[in-house]
């Protein structure tokens, strides 16, 4: 069980992948309380003193010109509630779901969105107890937050809907018993605080983020395997190469390619050979994946502060006693970093995918066809590359940008939205397509450097070898191959292999500054 205690603010992206890979232990931090407590003395002065104010006591969206009377407030509340749990689709995975939860904790206790301790307590509670709302993965447009979305969050407060406890599905108010809490009755601007946000749209892109940084991590060593099991050239990633052009992530992805190559027998061979230079799918392979890299970071760096965001409306600021209204819901800077990165996803996807279609051929290889001996009788990694092939075109499909498809709500008071949500829904199965890709070119790669025998390649890429074949047999015989597929993928998806490049990843750097 991992254990966090929150300083609202400052969640860094290790914080949070840790946060979406486990279970975990929540507290906050004794700096916080002062500040939630003034924040939400300055909604009670407001209602107090009669004033008209959005999101205290008056309607929402299209209605905020209605006045609430103080009789109706709480019922306000509940039913801004309940009328926006209109989401729709299947119910996002625990882990997700977990993390949004964190990432509202963590917004909510900054001070600025006017909500009493107890709620925020509330929320701990259920996280601490692993009691996590089933949350619809559709219905949201990534503005005036991922209002369907938290609805169904939040109504589990209130008692209402299903929540998961440790992956049972049970109704809310049990799930609530078994955290040691009551349904709650929102205040006035709890509500709103609660559903207004981006907190679903950023969660989503953060996993997809996680994902990307394991394909990252996957294509950098399967590369490397390619490069050696062609007897490829490791000159042009020379450190002068790279200097010259000044992109960072070329240069620092370059340096990784050199280190995992260092002193590889395979490669001392054919030093002097009369190749001059190799396809662009190993001779790029620091531009592209270091192009990839520079992405990753931006990404990382829009969520990262979006993590640590306030993004509720109205905002209640407790120094000057005024409650602003403004548009931090919008999740545009979320819609753009999550279009980028799915463009980065589909392009480790896609090189990878051509290094396969290297390897299979002998003419560009110089190693058997399709990588298996008796080829003809076998048809080896042919079809494999197919799969590789079709999982490619797929994510060509899915990265065009979500972010330039508005489309205006609640009758036209929300006219410019940014496809947040969906937007960063995609890049998981994106992720899963390239990690399948990335996977089949590692256990080709390795059938094609085994091919080489007795020659060894580097120390560091003996070990992935070694690794793979854990899992994967060699390839002598065509045989039912889609269990091997999926082991290499989920030899991508995991943990393995991102310490060759944790240097480089923005989620393995326990300070990382967004």
């Known amino acids: 069980m991992y254990t966090l205690e ?48 959005y999101g205290i006591n008056t309607g929402f ?16 509340q509940e039913n801004l509630i309940l009328s926006h749990c209109t989401g729709t689709g299947y119910s996002l995975f625990d882990s997700i779901t977990r993390l949004i939860m964190v990432l509202k904790i ?51 407060l209130l008692g209402y809907g299903d929540v998961s406890v440790k992956g049972k599905v049970m109704p809310a108010s049990e799930g609530l018993k078994i955290a040691g809490i009551e349904p709650l009755k929102l205040a006035p601007k709890e509500g709103l605080a609660l559903i207004n946000g981006t907190q679903v749209s950023t969660a989503l892109a953060l996993v997809g983020l996680f994902a990307a940084e394991n394909c990252f991590s996957g294509a950098v060593i399967s590369g490397a395997l390619s490069l050696e099991a062609a007897k490829g050239s490791s000159g042009p990633f020379r450190a002068e190469i790279q200097d010259v052009r000044g992109q960072i992530g070329q240069i620092n992805v370059a340096k990784t390619y050199r280190d995992l190559l260092d002193d590889s027998e395979i490669h001392h061979s054919h030093e002097n050979c009369d190749r001059v230079q190799d396809p662009y799918c190993l001779r ?35 120094e000057s006693g005024e409650v602003l209204s403004g548009g931090n819901f919008h999740a545009e800077p979320v819609a753009i970093a999550a279009d980028t990165l799915a463009l980065a996803i589909a392009e480790i996807g896609n090189i990878s995918e051509r290094r396969i279609a290297m390897l299979i051929d002998e003419n560009q290889s110089h190693l058997p066809p399709f ?25 060509k499909q899915k990265s065009h940008p979500a972010c330039v498809d508005s489309i205006p709500t609640s009758a036209n008071q929300e006219d410019h939205v940014s496809m947040a949500t969906h937007g960063a829904r995609r890049l998981v199965n994106m992720a899963r397509n390239t990690a399948t890709i990335i996977g089949i070119e590692l256990i080709a790669a390795t059938q094609g450097v085994e091919f080489h025998r007795p020659l060894k390649t580097s120390l560091d890429l003996e070990k992935i070898i070694t690794l793979v074949r854990s899992h994967v047999a060699n390839y002598e015989d065509d045989r039912y191959f ?33």
């Open 106 to 156: 963590n917004g909510l206790a900054q001070g600025f969105s006017g909500v009493r301790p107890a709620l925020i307590n509330a929320l701990i509670a259920l996280v601490n107890h692993e009691i996590y709302p089933c949350i619809p993965s559709k219905g949201s447009v990534g503005a005036s937050g991922d209002l369907a979305p938290l609805a169904h969050m939040s109504a589990a």
């Open 6 to 53: 929150i300083t609202p603010g400052a969640l860094t992206l290790a914080d949070l992948r840790a946060v979406y890979s486990a279970p975990v232990t929540l507290s906050l931090h004794d700096s916080a309380h002062a500040k939630i407590s003034a924040s939400r003395a300055v909604v009670e002065d407001v209602l107090a003193k009669g004033q008209v104010v």
């Open 371 to 395: 990588l298996v001996n008796d080829a003809g009788v076998n048809s080896g990694f042919m079809i494999a590359h197919v799969t590789a092939a079709a999982l490619a075109s797929e994510n």
């Open 482 to 514: 889609a269990p091997d597929i999926e082991a290499a993928k989920n030899i991508i998806e995991g943990d393995a292999l991102n310490s060759y490049c944790a240097n480089l990843l923005p989620s393995f750097q326990t300070a990382y500054k967004a």
């Open 61 to 76: 969206g299209q209605l905020a010109k209605k006045q609430v009377s103080p009789a109706q407030l709480e019922k306000l």
């Open 284 to 318: 790029c392979m620091p531009q592209v994946m270091g192009a990839c890299l520079d992405v990753i970071h931006f990404t990382a760096q829009t969520l990262g502060r979006e993590a640590n965001a306030v993004t509720d409306n109205p905002l209640v600021f407790a």
